[in-house]
């Protein structure tokens, strides 16, 4: 039986018990010893050498040689945070999962972001899919939901997997490029394998260079099951929803941002829960009864084709919030192990084919990475009680009693003991499965344009212009000009304006080939139809000695009180007087940050501006100018305004009345890019 469960973070709880406080403690070696000296090793002599003997040196430096355990083969660049999940009401129609039955029940959550390609110290910013794997610490046990902040997959089958990901690492011969796949290995398998189609588009598209961690979507890709206790089973795909909306960086700002602040995603990510602003997402669900599996164009088990919520809607049934962060990247983050085959019972498994080699391949990578006894970590323990007959591997944690480790057994009355299904226990759903043995795909996975069109012809002018622009962008950087012509030809199945437009860009013209006749769009997947708010997005405020410190005072209570973050950037750091004499902290100087770090900017200026300040102010404004976002300006500082000629221009806004301005800047700040400028 289980045992009672409560309603507070029990993850938190048990993560407790294995905290070390180092502060005002004696320092010792891992034995427990006092160390009086940990500056100078022991020595024969005080120009040495240094004696075998010394234990601690030698305890001290072994350990450092093994600091280090293998990066993840991908997603090696990561970062995670705590937090809870709600469901909103009882799902118990569609599933037993016990996490989705009492909507007063607060399950732990632990969810990793990751990126693909680089590797633990890539650049953040880089072009990438953001892994979004969520570990739930159910009552009956982890399941974990390792998605992807893209709901279609670049293969069908999970064998292609490790060929896909050769390609797009860095090339073996010089390990060129780092986290990038502007290269020709990557492209030269996307055009051999051209079920990859739909999924270039939306690496192209603007959601693999998003603004932040807490404002992408995230999708479990694959298809899984939903079973209810009386055995009924659905078809389901899993949604993550971002409440502040879906953002991103534009191209240009991203490259910029790798070099300001390779740390980007993560610091905003910790210091927005440090602040006490938890990001939250909708989980949706989308569900195809069983009898419906065949009637679609597409085939349901098709890890390359997503479900159009147009045909199959999103139906939002709790909310996640992330509301912690880690006391120890390496022990949490790093040793988290998410597994895509942790289910519990009420969920289950497909046959698709993508899934199923998952299934195989995370256990099996995180017993090399991380070691046999993983699950015994801290950070991967079930919040729920363990009992079983596997024993000892290497460094094991849990100390089993008694004599009997086997099954059946009569000298312990045959326990630990199995759970019928009707007991809790988890039951495979026993789908009927028939066919020869063969090495094949369906042909009903044969399609691999139609939906690379609906997405086409889903998107914004704007965000076609970026597409384009992103594959000239990485067909430029690819030396081989038969590859560049074998991906022109393919985007010409899709699109014959797309597949122009990037050739034009490399001279190249796309061959005479079918074009998809799709003519639907789904405007669920255009960015643009997304949530604007303002919440915690970043105003950088350029202030130069003697600025007007009451009017700045007024805007900026408004500005916070609206949900902005205003950053006062000056000169120099420190302090800085405004007009009556008062000091304000400058947060950062025109040395250490960047126009690229801002969601906007507020020119206060000054009424005798020194030079320096005048020239960086503009390269300031004429950048995020460039980058489509709001500006505003106190009277001061509009004729700076108007000698670069962009006062009265859309987003850029003049403040003649604190409160007047406040607020439409603070609208501008929600629309936070004027297209319109293009
Ligand atoms: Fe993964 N993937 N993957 N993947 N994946 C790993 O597991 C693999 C795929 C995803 O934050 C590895 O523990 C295969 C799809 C995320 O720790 C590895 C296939 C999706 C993470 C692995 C796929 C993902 C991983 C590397 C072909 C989206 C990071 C380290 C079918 C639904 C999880 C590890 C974290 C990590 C294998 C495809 C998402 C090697 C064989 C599709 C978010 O096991």
Redesign the pocket.
């Known amino acids: 039986m289980n045992e009672p469960f409560n309603n507070e973070n029990k993850k938190t709880e048990q993560l407790k018990s294995f905290i070390r406080d180092n502060t005002g403690k004696p320092l010792t070696s891992n034995e427990g010893i006092k160390i009086s000296d940990d500056e100078n090793s022991l020595k024969a002599g005080d120009r040495g050498p240094t004696l075998l003997e010394d234990f601690l040196f030698r305890e001290k430096l072994a350990h450092f040689d093994r600091e280090r355990i293998p990066e993840?083969?991908?997603?090696a660049r990561?970062y995670g945070a705590h937090g809870i999940f709600q469901v909103y009401e009882s799902q118990e129609e569609l599933t037993m999962a016990h996490f989705l039955q009492d909507p007063s029940l607060k399950t732990p959550v632990f969810l990793?972001f990751?990126q693909v390609a680089g590797s633990r110290g890539a650049n953040e910013t880089d072009r990438d899919v953001r892994?979004?794997?969520t570990k739930f610490y159910t009552e009956e046990g982890n399941f974990d939901l390792?998605?992807?902040n893209i709901p279609i997959?670049f293969?069908q089958d999970?064998i292609k997997?490790p060929d896909l990901i050769h390609a797009v690492k860095p090339e073996p011969d010089n390990e060129i490029p780092q986290g990038q796949t502007a290269h020709d290995t990557f492209w030269d398998f996307i055009t051999s394998n051209q079920e990859s189609a739909a999924m270039t588009l939306w690496i192209m598209s603007d959601r693999t260079i998003p603004r932040s961690f807490r404002m992408i979507e995230g999708?479990?890709?694959?298809t899984f099951r939903l079973v209810n206790k009386h055995g009924k089973s659905r078809f389901v795909k899993f949604h993550w929803k971002p409440l502040l909306g879906l953002h991103s960086l534009l191209w240009d700002e991203a490259q910029k941002i790798g070099g300001v602040d390779p740390d980007f995603h993560r610091r905003d990510l910790w210091e927005n829960i440090e602040a006490g602003n938890y990001p939250e997402w909708e989980l949706g669900i989308q569900v195809i009864e069983e009898e419906d599996e065949y009637n679609f164009t597409f085939d349901i088990l098709d890890?390359t084709k997503l479900w159009p919520e147009e045909l199959v809607p999103v139906r939002k049934i709790g909310k996640m919030t992330l509301n912690r962060n880690v006391d120890n990247v390496f022990a949490e983050t790093e040793q988290?192990?998410?597994?895509?085959g942790n289910i519990v019972r009420g969920i289950d498994f497909t046959n698709d084919p993508?899934l199923q080699?998952?299934l195989f391949?995370?256990t099996?990578?995180?017993i090399y990475?991380v070691g046999t006894n993983f699950q015994q970590l801290p950070i991967n323990r079930p919040v729920c009680p363990v009992h079983n007959n596997q024993r000892d591997g290497n460094a094991r944690y849990v100390i089993d009693q008694g004599k009997v480790a086997y099954h059946n057994n009569s000298l312990a009355n045959n326990t630990p003991y199995t759970v019928p299904g009707t007991k809790g226990g988890f039951v495979t759903y026993p789908s009927l499965v028939h066919g020869y043995k063969v090495r094949a795909t369906a042909p009903s996975f044969d399609d691999h344009f139609s939906q690379a069109k609906l997405f086409w012809n889903s998107m914004s002018p704007v965000e076609k212009h970026h597409i384009i622009d992103a594959y000239s962008f990485e067909l430029g950087k690819v030396n081989s000009i038969e590859i560049r012509q074998k991906l022109v030809n393919m985007l010409a199945h899709i699109d014959r304006v797309l597949a122009t437009r990037v050739g034009e860009n490399l001279t190249l013209q796309p061959a005479e080939v079918p074009e998809s006749t799709v003519t639907e769009s789904s405007p669920a997947l255009s960015m643009m139809n997304t949530r604007y708010l303002t919440n915690t997005l970043k105003v950088g405020v350029l202030v130069d000695e003697g600025f007007a410190g009451e009017e700045t005072r007024e805007v900026l209570e408004m500005l916070i009180k609206n949900g902005l973050k205003p950053v006062i950037i000056s000169v120099r750091n420190g302090m800085i007087r405004d007009d009556k004499g008062d000091q304000w902290v400058v947060n950062a100087s025109f040395l250490t940050t960047s126009p690229v770090l801002y969601d906007g900017l507020y020119l206060v200026g000054s009424e005798n501006a020194d030079p320096y300040f005048i020239n960086r102010a503009r390269a300031f404004i004429v950048e995020s100018y460039n980058h489509f976002k709001p500006i505003g300006s106190s009277p001061l500082g509009e004729k700076l305004l108007q000698e670069l000629g962009i006062a009265g221009k859309p987003g850029v806004v003049t403040n003649h009345s604190a409160n007047v301005f406040s607020k439409v800047f603070t609208e501008a700040m929600a629309k936070q890019r004027f297209w319109d400028r293009y």
Do not use: C, E, K, M
Request: charged share 15%; net charge positive; glycine share 14%.
């Open positions: 993840r083969v991908v997603h990561g990793r990751s892994g979004f794997a390792v998605g992807n997959f293969i999970s997997f999708f479990g890709v694959h890890a988290v192990a998410l597994h895509p993508l080699g998952r391949s995370y099996d990578t995180q990475r």
